[in-house]
């Protein structure tokens, strides 16, 4: 079992700044890739970062050049910085860890974290 715990959402105003943590605890070592996803009221959950093991990240278009995804490996923390955000950006966010033991996959879900961005 993996636990995911999310830290560091809040309130801010359009084109500031928020870092987001996701603490990564349990049976970590087969963790393959992490990454955050969001869900804004009304819409589907949508892909926003992802960092594998050997450090490759991905973005979603929306949020390239303006977040950063990066891992702290000593600390099993993966970050999501955001910078110059947007009303648009609002949502809940969800740190994911994809887990790979033996043949087996697993996905697992932290609890969320809201941000919000006013205009």
């Known amino acids: 079992q993996v636990q995911l715990v999310e830290s560091g959402g809040g309130l801010v105003q359009a084109g500031g700044s928020l870092r987001l943590s996701c603490a990564a605890s349990?049976?970590?070592?087969?963790?393959?890739?992490m990454g955050w996803y969001r869900q804004a009221p009304g819409k589907r959950r949508e892909l926003v970062a992802t960092?594998?093991?050997?450090?490759?990240?991905n973005y979603a278009d929306s949020v390239k050049v303006r977040f950063t995804i990066s891992r702290d490996n000593a600390k099993n923390t993966v970050y999501l910085q955001m910078n110059s955000l947007k009303p648009e950006d609002t949502a809940v966010y969800y740190c994911?860890?994809?887990?790979?033991?033996?043949?087996?996959?697993?996905?697992?879900w932290g609890q969320g974290t809201q941000v919000t961005v006013s205009s």
């Open positions: 960092i594998t093991s050997g450090g490759s990240t």
């Open positions: 349990g049976s970590i070592s087969s963790i393959n890739a």
């Open positions: 994911h860890a994809a887990v790979v033991s033996g043949i087996y996959g697993y996905d697992y």
